[in-house]
C-alpha cells in the first residue's frame, strides 16, 4: 500500500520552471516505479514521465522529452518532476502515481492504482 501526496505547483509564465514533489508513505516505495500524468479541462488523464523502483531508468512523453526531468530519492520516500521551458499547453492538475504492481515499468494510467491528489500548473503566456 502507497500513500501519495503531491505538491508545487503553481502559476508560472510561459518559459519558465516549477518542480513539483511527491511524498510517499508506506514502507515499500523503493519497490514500486512511479509515474507522473496531466490532466487538463476536457481531456483526458495523459502519461507524462516514469520512473523505475531503482531509479536507473526513466521514459518521458513525447510532448515533454527534454523539458522535463523525473527523479527519485528513495531515502526520503520522493518522486520530482523538474519541469523547465513550461508552455500553456502544460497547464493541467498533475498527479504523481503508481502501479498496481511492485517492480512494474508501465506507461498506461489503467495499471496505476495509487494516486494522489493532484496539484494544479497553470502556464501564462
Known amino acids: 500500500q502507497v500513500q501519495l501526496v503531491e505538491s508545487g505547483g503553481g502559476l508560472v509564465q510561459a518559459g519558465g520552471s516549477l518542480r513539483l514533489s511527491c511524498a510517499a508513505s508506506?514502507?515499500?516505495?523503493?519497490?514500486?516505479?512511479m509515474g507522473w500524468f496531466r490532466q487538463a479541462p476536457g481531456k483526458e488523464r495523459e502519461f507524462v514521465a516514469a520512473i523505475t523502483w531503482s531509479g536507473t531508468s526513466t521514459y518521458y512523453a513525447d510532448s515533454v522529452k527534454g523539458r522535463f526531468t523525473i527523479s527519485r530519492d528513495n531515502a526520503k520516500n520522493t518522486v520530482s518532476l523538474q519541469m523547465n521551458s513550461l508552455k500553456p499547453e502544460d497547464t493541467a492538475v498533475y498527479y504523481c502515481?503508481?502501479?498496481?504492481?511492485?517492480?512494474?515499468?508501465?506507461?498506461?494510467?489503467?495499471?496505476?492504482?495509487?494516486w494522489g491528489q493532484g496539484t494544479q500548473v497553470t502556464v501564462s503566456s
Open positions: 502515481a503508481a502501479p498496481s504492481h511492485e517492480h512494474t515499468f508501465v506507461v498506461g494510467a489503467s495499471h496505476y492504482a495509487y
Open positions: 508506506g514502507r515499500t516505495f523503493s519497490s514500486y516505479a
